[in-house]
């Protein structure tokens, strides 16, 4: 019980971020729209594991890692920049392609559950800002002598956290809808997505060039 303001404070932090619009959205609303709900509530499953993977990281002793090894940091950037700039080429390349549903293609290939869920595992870990913003949220909130229930509790509620408000998009922009208006303009809408998802690529890349 004595666990629980900290635990609360970071959940709200942690929450605060997940909301932010970010190329975790961008993927996730597309996989919705482009395929279908599953794929959506699989790739925003492949999100939660994500956040898993970070939380966990962040209990170990990431924000440490980052701060003894410099060149740590800077490699997550390179490789999570070039992961968006790829990501979004993809994208891109296939704006003219005629979409189906169910049996059809995005971007990379047949569209399967795993598949889904392995791309937004992906996004979320390619986006070293959010380790940065794990660590250091639980750098700030974590009791100074945490219980192993308390660790699981944390583990447990940001996979919770993460899945569900992707989830939450996934199915808004499945409807019949939002897929009719993306089918209008699937060239541009593509197009789109696919140059903000390389210009955040881009960005990590130049970042990673500063100290």
């Not at 925003?44 to 090894?69: D, H, K, N, S």
């Not at 999570?80 to 049996?103: E, H, M, N, V």
């Not at 979320?124 to 380790?131: D, E, G, I, R, Y």
Request: net charge positive.
């Amino acid at each position: 019980m004595d666990n629980l303001p900290a635990l609360f404070g970071m959940l709200a932090a942690l929450g605060v971020g997940v909301v932010s619009p970010g190329p975790s959205f961008v993927m996730v609303a597309r996989t919705a729209v482009a395929h279908s709900r599953i794929d959506g509530i699989c790739a925003a499953l492949g999100m939660g594991l994500g956040g898993l993977a970070f939380a966990v990281a962040a209990l170990l002793g990431l924000q440490g890692l980052m701060l003894a090894v410099p060149s740590f940091y800077v490699g997550l950037k390179v490789l999570g920049g070039l992961y968006l700039a790829y990501l979004g080429l993809c994208i891109w390349r296939s704006a003219k392609q005629p979409l189906g549903f169910g049996d059809q293609a995005l971007s990379v290939g047949k569209s399967t559950a795993g598949r889904s869920v392995a791309r937004g595992l992906m996004t979320q870990l390619s986006n070293p800002k959010a380790a940065v913003v794990y660590a250091s949220v639980f750098a700030a909130f974590l009791p100074a002598a945490p219980t192993p229930g308390f660790d699981l509790a944390v583990v447990a509620l940001v996979f919770v956290v993460e899945s569900s408000w992707y989830a939450l998009v996934a199915i808004a922009l499945s409807s019949q809808r939002p897929r009719g208006a993306y089918l209008s303009c699937k060239a541009w809408i593509d197009r789109g997505a696919g140059g903000i998802m390389v210009a955040l690529g881009l960005k990590l890349l130049a970042s990673a060039q500063r100290p």
